[in-house]
């Protein structure tokens, strides 16, 4: 087997009529790789869980490794997944590496294929993470990547060094202007 994609996700839309969503062109090894989310009309997140609830789903794949779908809810009398709604998919592979090559053994390239494979699946996991967090500039030098003075009513910003990051308390002066 090779990796032909990056995509580590993929989105299926709500129509108040489908049950059944296909995760392809994503590959995983066996069903608990597969992590669903469930996102509302207003765009609120709830994590779905494996199973055969009504506001569970299942994982439909003939062989290991291979694409396939999930149905949710898994059971299917109670109900669809309504326009507007959506449900996220992604390949979720717990970060090791089990594959152990003996000195003078035998050699099985499907072996060392398949380790590399996950490997690479987990390198762009991690770069799905990667992407939706926040960065900044190469060029800041932070002396400390911890941010101090976490509470509530606060917002991060850079401090007035330019050398760190800090949560500051929300300023009347930072409130938006009213019309």
């Not at 592979?93 to 987990?122: C, F, H, R, S, W």
């Amino acid at each position: 087997m090779t990796v032909q994609t990056q995509i580590n996700k993929v989105t299926a839309p709500g129509n108040d009529l489908a049950t059944t969503f296909s995760f392809s062109p994503m590959i995983v090894f066996e069903e608990g790789n597969v992590v669903a989310v469930l996102v509302d009309a207003t765009g609120a997140e709830t994590a779905l869980t494996l199973g055969t609830g009504g506001a569970n789903f299942s994982v439909d794949i003939s062989t290991y490794p291979n694409t396939g779908s999930i149905n949710y809810p898994a059971n299917i009398a109670t109900g669809t997944l309504a326009t507007g709604e959506s449900i996220v998919i992604t390949r979720v592979l717990t970060l090791e590496q089990q594959t152990d090559l003996e000195n003078g053994g035998g050699y099985d390239p499907e072996v060392l294929e398949k380790a590399l494979d996950k490997l690479l699946m987990i390198d762009l996991q991690q770069q799905q993470k990667i992407d939706r967090s926040v960065l900044f500039p190469v060029s800041l030098s932070i002396s400390d990547n911890e941010a101090t003075g976490y509470g509530a009513l606060r917002y991060l910003r850079g401090d007035a060094a330019g050398t760190g990051i800090e949560f500051a308390a929300i300023a009347t002066t930072d409130a938006a202007p009213s019309d």
